[in-house]
């Protein structure tokens, strides 16, 4: 076939920038990775070192978050500001609708090149502003969770020890917004800057709480509630939280683990009509010349999509619960 007739010296070059790349990134990874992580633990350890001043830095990293200086929203719609605040962006809220204006724009202009039709542009424009956006946030607060909770017990760890030293519950949550990266040492480390500077611990921590959205962190706040107002052992009361929550993970990894080959099964088959188009329409490009322009054949692709998609949905549903 013609496609498949190149130079191979072409390739060779290719394979030679592949490794000038990887030999690059291994002797970033051996010589400036540890330095730079000695140097910036985490994002407010970071702002740290240029401002020493932690009610600045506490500020700054609010306005970073959406919010305002007291630590209230800064937009009138509660659910949009609570989804920037929890997908941990830094951009701000100014930054942030200038990027996704840009990139609806962008976006329309292409479509109007592609297809020449105002319908389509305007159509493309309003997807980029509203749920483009909202879907990009929803994907950032999911991931960032799922680090946090990755990260939460080895931060109740930390908090147990400094409480066994003999420690204030402050000062142990000092400890982990010093000790550990992001996201939990700069949540942690805004909420002891946030008691320093005159909150209570039990409104911070649902400020955090807030700021984050785990579900594991309602049984940390009212842990911390419960010992501030009644007294207990709380340094066993979070060890035991720790071990709950790394054994609920070793059961979240064991059933997905068993779900492998549902979700590999889904794939495949949720995959395999768009690559058998895709190699018809390769191999011979005038296979659905008669047909395509039809209206019935769009409102068959149509349908034929939409029913796809209702059997992804029920196969995801399958393979992915929560536990």
Known sequence: M?????????LFLAFIGISAFLVFEAAYLLFFQ??????????????????????????QLRKERGLNRGGDYRLPVEYLNRLILQSGLSLGIGKLALYVAVVALVAAAAM???????????????????AAPLLWL??????RQKKFGAQFPDALDIIVRSLRAGHPVPVAITMVGREMPDPCGTEFGIVADEVTYGSDLEMAMRNLYFR???EDLPLFVTAIAIQGSTGGNLSEIL???SAVIRLRFKMRRKVRALASEGRASAMILASLPIMLFGIIHL???????????????KMALAGAGA?????IFIMHRMVNFRI
């Open 2 to 10: 013609a496609w498949l007739d190149f130079d191979t010296q072409y």
């Open 34 to 59: 540890n330095a730079s992580y000695r140097n910036s633990i985490n994002r407010r350890i970071q702002l740290l070192r240029d401002e020493p001043n932690r009610e600045g830095v506490l500020i």
């Open 112 to 130: 109007h090149v592609v297809k020449g039709q105002p319908l389509y542009s305007g159509l493309t424009l309003l997807f980029f502003l509203t």
């Open 138 to 143: 929803k994907f950032l607060r999911g991931r």
């Open 212 to 214: 984050v959205g785990q």
């Open 239 to 241: 060890e035991n939280l």
């Open 283 to 297: 191999v011979s490009p005038e296979y659905y010349s008669s047909v395509w322009y039809h209206d019935i054949t």
């Open 307 to 311: 029913w796809m998609g209702v059997g």
